[in-house]
C-alpha cells in the first residue's frame, strides 16, 4: 500500500529526521486519493464491462495497490449517456474514474445535445480490446453455420430477434452489418447489459446476439449456446473450430475498447497515479489471465496514445452511425 506524505513526514519526525526529509525531494506520488474512489460503469450489471470491473476492484483490493476502496458504481441509462454526463459534471474530480464501452464514442455522437466532448475526458489506461462472435441457442439443430443462420433469418424475416446492449450500440452496429451484407431483416432489440442479453438468448427469447466471449461463456461451457463466427481478424484461441467472417468473405472486424477514463480536468499527478495503479493491474497474473481465459485483445494503452486512439476510433464511429444512418 501506498504511504501518504503525511505518514512518511509522521515517521520521519520519530526518528528525529524531519529536517532532513524536508529537504529531501518526495519519492514515489506527489497525490494519492484520501477517499474511496468512485469506479462508474457505463453498463449494466452482468455484462462484460461489469465483469471486468468488479475483477479491477478485488484485483486492486487483495493486492493492496490503493490506500482507498474503488466503489463500482453502475450508471448504464441512455446507452451509457447517464455515465457520460455524470463523469462529465465531475469536472476537477480525481476520485472519479469511469470504465467504458465504444459507446463512449457513438453516444456523444448520437446525441450532440449532452454537451459531451470526450477529448475533455482524462486518458488512464486501455485494458483490452473485447471480441464480438454471433451465437445462437444450441436448440437450433439447423444452425451450425453462418449459411445456415442466414437461410433461418431470412425466412422468419422481421420477425427474427437480434438482442443486444442499448440503442445504436456496438451490437446494433453488427447487427446493422449482418442486416446489410446478407440481405436480412433482423429486428434489433435493446436491452441494459450483456448479462440480460446473454440470458435472452439462453432463455430462447432472441434468436441470436453478438455477446461478447464474458457475457456468454457460461452458456456456452453448459451447452446452451453456441458460437457461428467471429468479428476478429483472426480466430480465438477459445473458439479455435469458430471462423471469422473475414474468412468467410466478410471483412468485418470489430473490437470494443475496455477502457478506464478520468474526470476531465483530473489533476495530472492524480492522472499520473492512475496511470500507474492501472498499469500495475494490467500486468498482474489476475488480470492477464483474465485476459486469456475472456478472449481479450489488445495492448495496454495509455496517456497521449490512449487519446490519439480515441480520436481515431471516434472518427471511424462517426462514419460506421452515418452508414447506418443513426446520425447525418
Known amino acids: 500500500m501506498y504511504k501518504s506524505k503525511h505518514t512518511l513526514k509522521k515517521m520521519a519526525c520519530a526518528l528525529g529526521v524531519s529536517t532532513i526529509l524536508a529537504a529531501m525531494p518526495i519519492v514515489g506520488h506527489a497525490w494519492e486519493p484520501q477517499k474511496p474512489v468512485e469506479f462508474v460503469v457505463m453498463a449494466g450489471k452482468g455484462g462484460g464491462a461489469d465483469k471486468a470491473v468488479r475483477l479491477l476492484q478485488s484485483i486492486i483490493a487483495s493486492d493492496n495497490m490503493a490506500p482507498v476502496p474503488f466503489t463500482p458504481v453502475n450508471k448504464p441509462g441512455g446507452s451509457g449517456a447517464e455515465a457520460l454526463v455524470h463523469v462529465n459534471g465531475k469536472k476537477g474530480d480525481n476520485h472519479t474514474i469511469m470504465f467504458t464501452l465504444n459507446s463512449f464514442y457513438t453516444t456523444p ?52 430477434i437480434m438482442a443486444g446492449t442499448g440503442k445504436n450500440s456496438e451490437d446494433n452496429l453488427l447487427t446493422d452489418f449482418l442486416n446489410t451484407a446478407y440481405d436480412l431483416k433482423m429486428k434489433y432489440v435493446p436491452y441494459k447489459g450483456g448479462g ?6 439462453a432463455g430462447n427469447n432472441a434468436d441470436s446476439t453478438v455477446n461478447n466471449p464474458s ?114
Open 109 to 160: 455522437l448520437r446525441q450532440p445535445g449532452l454537451g459531451i466532448d470526450i477529448a475533455t475526458f482524462t486518458p488512464i489506461a486501455r485494458m483490452a480490446e473485447d471480441t464480438f462472435l454471433l451465437w445462437v441457442n444450441s436448440d437450433r439443430k439447423d444452425i451450425n453455420n453462418v449459411a445456415d443462420f442466414v437461410k433461418a433469418a431470412k425466412a422468419k424475416g422481421s420477425g427474427w
Open 196 to 201: 440480460k442479453v446473454a440470458k435472452e438468448l
Open 215 to 328: 457475457e456468454q461463456l457460461g452458456f456456452y461451457e453448459a451447452g446452451t449456446t453456441k458460437a457461428l463466427a467471429a468479428f476478429t481478424g483472426q480466430r480465438l484461441p477459445m473458439f479455435p473450430n469458430t471462423p471469422t467472417f473475414k474468412e468467410l468473405g466478410s471483412d468485418m472486424v470489430y473490437y470494443m475498447q475496455r477502457t478506464v477514463v478520468g474526470a476531465p480536468g483530473m489533476s495530472k499527478e492524480a492522472s499520473a497515479y492512475y496511470q500507474e495503479l492501472f498499469t500495475r493491474v494490467y500486468n498482474s497474473p489476475k488480470w492477464q489471465q483474465y485476459i486469456s481465459k475472456k478472449s481479450l485483445q489488445g495492448d495496454l494503452l495509455a496517456g497521449d496514445a490512449l487519446m490519439a486512439y480515441w480520436m481515431k476510433e471516434r472518427d471511424i464511429h462517426e462514419v460506421m452511425l452515418k452508414k447506418m444512418g443513426a446520425i447525418k
